[in-house]
């Protein structure tokens, strides 16, 4: 008895050890079936199968025996009897994989350095898919008597598409926090009331995702993409598969996205992608790559230019419009072989390298314009401290100009709206744009670069539905405008910089914060030329280093100091370390020296904040707006935006087939 509940108790401590270092995310088990248990599927989405068995050679899973070799695997519908997967696919039996890989059970282990050692053996099925919407048992057998068993859905989504275009705004990390204070920045109020709206106030349909990840409840921005572009919640840091153990980031089971399911369906379908980070980056990258990491920025651009021919998984062709920056990853260096430039040109693609050339390329052709090395320079920047723009040597065609004639967010959206309206106003066109340095700036604890990047992203939704209305297209496009994640964000009130400034001791700067009546009024609109506009239209605050600042923070941060004022010399560096990084991030001696220190709350190999916990904001209007309101989770957002496109492909009668008989 008493042996049985010390068992018990063991039982539970491993699992709660389990649950922050894990021996493979979405498989608790000694078998492992991938798509996971609670999977959504869109009706004819391509997905591919892997099934794993482990069996730890050493640490607390220990198992003698050996690796099983001569597992099985069936899936049933519901209410239906189980049938092997080759049978109800009509596919050949996989080869058998195995390899080996480590994993650490807890901190202990590791800074011990002392992995725990898994064989596994493996199947993938590549390229399958289910049509007929409804519930589904998929049962991988191991061990002789083991099961680990996915329940996976196939959604009843209407086949009948409602929407001509799709929109989807995301600003990366942005929260309603966020959007609250900007709203502060560039808005004038009086006795507590706005005088004007921002473009987002103005959507008729407001919902909130929650952003969770597969295996942590904090994700990243791959992983997020992922949700929102193909419907499967993954692990931090992959596009479109789900992570198996092996070592390989190219061979771990894909599914479709949006993009490639539209191209596919559609063959004259325009795709649009828009970004200020540089291209490789996460959420541009998750409408074309498929990997365990996010980190192969080869593949990423490869990807782009040639879409997954090489794993015979997608005929898809490449957006009609790619703008952003990043051209490191494009010119041929040691890290990639190939010259992209060359090969976009090639393929009919214009190549714009600045914004005077990004308004010159034809409406009718493929677009590529890549306009600095690394992220676009903020709004902040390029607006306001453009002296920040000099003696950068980040010209994309790798000379040693400065990249001084930029784009923002807004030129690059209007401009790929133009185009995919010009090349695909018959079949209808998807475009994703994206604010990416509300998050980068949020990371550095850069608020007011972080905060021009929304207000930048609301100018370019506000001009954007003109363009629409414009066009005559408005009534046809569905717009979206949310959110991958957020950072844990808030403002709790004004700062006087001069009072700060003036003071010597750290605990007299902190007397120059003022909250609830002594945070007083936004001074962020008095004076300038914009001041004493209430008109709609364009708005920024009339100026960004006001007396009067805003108190505004992160829940969690590295070592640094703050004196709430706007870095004018350059976006911010928080926290530094030694070279060799051995102690750690300690305050940037250089940074907010005016400031008081304020002691992180993250491990000390952070030097940067992190992603919160939130849900993020939904803003809908168009075609199935309705579709957005409530509360949902992150993977609904794909399956409301294929639902509007009318992407679900249902037939009757044939439960499931291998992509390669059917594709088309
Ligand atoms: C682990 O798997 C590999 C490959 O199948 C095999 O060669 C090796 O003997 C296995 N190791 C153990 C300890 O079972
Ligand atoms: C697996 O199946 C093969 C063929 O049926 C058999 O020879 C082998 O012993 C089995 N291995 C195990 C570990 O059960
Ligand atoms: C896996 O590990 C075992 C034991 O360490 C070793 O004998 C075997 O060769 C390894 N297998 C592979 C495929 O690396
Ligand atoms: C497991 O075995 C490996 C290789 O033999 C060893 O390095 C590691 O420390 C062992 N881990 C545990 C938890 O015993
Ligand atoms: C912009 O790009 C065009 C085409 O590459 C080039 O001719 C022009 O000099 C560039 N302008 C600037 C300001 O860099
Ligand atoms: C650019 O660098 C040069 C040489 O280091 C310096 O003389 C010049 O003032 C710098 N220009 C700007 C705008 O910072
Ligand atoms: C920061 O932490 C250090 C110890 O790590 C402590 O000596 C110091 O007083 C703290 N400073 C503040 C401002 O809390
Ligand atoms: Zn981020």
């Known amino acids: 008895m008493r042996a049985a509940s010390i068992a018990v108790i063991a039982c539970l401590f491993s699992r709660t050890i389990a649950q922050t270092f894990q021996r493979l995310g979405g498989c608790p088990e000694l078998g492992c079936v991938f798509p996971p ?28 025996g050996g690796p099983d070799e001569n597992f099985t695997f069936t899936i049933a519908k519901k209410g239906g009897n189980p049938v092997p997967a080759t049978e109800f696919f009509n596919v050949e039996d996989p080869k058998l994989e195995s390899w080996n890989f480590t994993w650490y059970e807890d901190l202990f282990a590791q800074d011990m350095n002392k992995p725990s050692v898994v064989n596994a053996t493996a199947k ?48 990366d990390g942005m929260t309603t926090n966020m959007i609250t204070a900007a709203r502060l920045l560039a808005h004038r109020s009086i006795n507590g009331k706005y005088m004007t709206k921002m473009a987002l106030d103005k959507f008729p349909v407001l919902g909130h995702q929650m952003t969770h990840s597969m295996d942590s409840f904090i994700t990243d ?72 990491d996010r980190g192969e920025y080869d593949h990423v651009i490869g990807a782009y230019y040639e879409g997954l021919t090489k794993y015979e998984w997608t005929d898809w062709d490449g957006p009609d419009v790619l703008l952003g920056a990043g051209a490191e990853d494009f010119l041929e260096s040691e890290a990639n072989q190939r010259d992209y430039y060359k090969l976009f040109s090639e393929k009919g693609y214009n190549v714009a390298w600045n914004n005077t050339a990004l308004h010159d390329a034809p409406l009718d052709e493929k677009l590529l314009g890549v306009f600095q090395t690394s992220n676009l320079a903020t709004w902040l920047d390029r607006n306001v401290y ?23 967010l807004k030129d690059m959206t209007l401009k ?35 905060l021009g990047e929304l207000l930048e992203l609301d100018d370019t939704v506000r001009a954007t539905i003109e363009r629409l209305e414009h066009l005559g297209e408005l009534d046809d496009t569905l717009i979206i405008v949310t959110a991958d ?42 004076g300038g030329p914009n001041a004493l506009r209430y008109s709609e239209g364009v708005h920024f605050p009339a100026r960004w ?14 070592d640094h100091r703050e004196n709430y004022q706007v870095h004018s010399e350059g976006p911010r560096t928080p926290a530094a370390t030694s070279k060799d990084k051995k102690n750690g991030y300690y305050a940037a001696y250089k940074d907010a020296v ?44 794909f399956f409301n935006m294929a639902e509007c496109l009318g992407l679900s492909e249902t037939k009757q009668n044939s439960h499931g087939h291998s992509g390669k008989k059917g594709g088309k």
């Open 37 to 64: 248990d609670q999977a959504d599927f869109l009706p004819g989405q391509y997905f591919d199968i892997r099934l794993e068995v482990h069996s730890p050679i050493n640490g607390s899973e220990q198992r003698v």
């Open 124 to 171: 993938a099925f590549r390229r399958v898919a289910l049509y007929e919407p409804g519930e589904y048992e998929a049962t991988l057998t191991y061990y002789g008597t083991q099961k680990t068993v996915a329940n996976w859905l196939i959604r009843d989504i209407p086949t009948k598409r409602r929407a001509k275009n799709v929109i989807l705004f995301i600003g």
């Open 221 to 292: 921005s791959a992983n997020s993409a992922t949700a929102l572009y193909s419907g499967h919640k993954t692990t931090v840091n992959a596009l479109n598969v789900y992570v198996d153990s092996s070592s390989d980031p190219f061979d771990d089971p894909k599914f479709e996205t949006i993009s490639e399911i539209f191209r596919r369906r559609h063959a004259h379908a325009g795709v649009g992608i828009v970004s200020t980070a540089f291209l490789a980056d996460a959420t541009p990258a998750g409408l074309a790559a498929h990997t365990s």
């Open 386 to 408: 453009q002296a920040n723009l000099h003696n950068q040597s980040n010209y994309p065609d790798g000379s040693d100009r400065d990249a001084d004639d930029l784009p923002g």
């Open 416 to 450: 790929a709206i133009d185009v995919l309206h010009e090349r695909h106003g018959d079949q209808g066109w998807f475009l994703m744009s994206e604010a990416a340095s509300i998050d980068k700036q949020m990371h550095s604890l850069d608020y007011d670069r972080s």
């Open 485 to 526: 994640h957020g950072h844990g964000f808030d403002v709790t009130g004004s700062v006087d910089t001069e009072y700060m400034d003036a003071q010597d001791e750290d605990r007299d700067k902190r007397k120059a914060i003022g909250y609830y009546r002594e945070s007083g009024l936004s001074q962020y609109t008095v």
């Open 545 to 558: 280093d006001p007396r009067y600042t805003l108190h505004s923070g992160v829940v969690a941060f590295p």
């Open 594 to 637: 005016t400031g008081f220190l304020v002691n992180g709350t993250l491990p000390v190999d952070a030097g940067q904040g992190v992603h919160s916990l939130t849900d993020v904001p939904v803003f809908a209007q168009g075609p199935c707006q309705e579709l957005f309101g409530g509360v949902y989770n992150s993977i609904d957002i």
